[in-house]
C-alpha cells in the first residue's frame, strides 16, 4: 500500500458529462500528478501539480483541468466527456517532483 | 516526441529462471528511470529506480542501465508465478514537470 487513496473507484457517466476524480497524496508528500491508462496501454502523463501550482502539462486538450489543494490532495476536472475518455485515471504523490506511488485509480467509463 | 519502446509479449518465463525485460527510449535528456509492475485490474507498483549507468540490484532485481545506448533493463531471478505481470518501463528528464512517459509494457507469464 502506497497510501495514496482514490476516490471513487468506479463511475459510469455519459457522452458530454463532466466529472470530477478526487486524490489524496501520502503523506508528507507535496506533488500530485494525474495520468490516463486506456486498456492495454501504457499510462499516459496528463499534469502534475506541485505545491498547488500546475508544474507541466501533458498532450491532453483544456477541458481536462485540476486543482491542488493545501492538504496537497487534488482533484481531476474533466468537461464534456468523449466515449475515448473512458480509462482508468491514476493519481500519483510523491515529494518534491520525485519518485511518483501510485493510488488505486479510478475506473471511468462513458456511454 | 518522447517514446519508450518495450516489446509487449507475452514473455514466458519458466518457475525458478531468470526473467529478462528490456526497454528503449528516445530522448536522451531522460534522467530517471523506472521500473513498474502492474497487476490485472490494479495500479503500477515500483519495483525499481535508476539514475546512473551500470546495475542496480535490490533483492531478486536487478535493473540495468546504458545511457549511451537509451537503453533499460530489468532482470528477475529465481522467477517465481506471482511475479507474472506486466512490467511498465518509466522515463523522464528529471524534475518531474514533464511527467513520467511509460511504455505500453511487457506482459511476462511465469510457468510453474
Known amino acids: 500500500e502506497t497510501g495514496v487513496t482514490q476516490s471513487p473507484t468506479h463511475l459510469i457517466k455519459t457522452r458530454g458529462q463532466q466529472v470530477t476524480l478526487r486524490c489524496s497524496s501520502q503523506s508528507g508528500h507535496n506533488t500530485v500528478s494525474w495520468y490516463q491508462q486506456a486498456l492495454g496501454q501504457g499510462p499516459q502523463f496528463i499534469f502534475q501539480y506541485y505545491r498547488e501550482e500546475e508544474n507541466g502539462r501533458g498532450n491532453f486538450p483544456p477541458r481536462f483541468s485540476g486543482l491542488q489543494f493545501p492538504n496537497y490532495s487534488s482533484e481531476l476536472n474533466v468537461n464534456a466527456l468523449e466515449l475515448d475518455d473512458s480509462a482508468l485515471y491514476l493519481c500519483a504523490s510523491s515529494y518534491d517532483r520525485g519518485t511518483q506511488y501510485f493510488g488505486p485509480g479510478t475506473r471511468l467509463t462513458v456511454l | 516526441q518522447k517514446e519508450v519502446e518495450q516489446n509487449s509479449g507475452p514473455l514466458s518465463v519458466p518457475e525458478g529462471a531468470i526473467a529478462s525485460l528490456n526497454c528503449t527510449y528516445s530522448d536522451r535528456g531522460s534522467q530517471s528511470f523506472f521500473w513498474y509492475r502492474q497487476y490485472s485490474g490494479k495500479s503500477p507498483e515500483l519495483i525499481m529506480s535508476?539514475?546512473?549507468?551500470g546495475d542496480k540490484e535490490d533483492g531478486r532485481f536487478t535493473a540495468q542501465l546504458n545511457k549511451a545506448s537509451q537503453y533499460v533493463s530489468l532482470l528477475i531471478r529465481d522467477s517465481q508465478p506471482s511475479d507474472s505481470a506486466t512490467y511498465l518501463c518509466a522515463v523522464s528528464e528529471g524534475g518531474g514537470a514533464d511527467g513520467l512517459t511509460f511504455g505500453k509494457g511487457t506482459h511476462l507469464i511465469i510457468q510453474p
Open positions: 535508476i539514475y546512473s549507468n
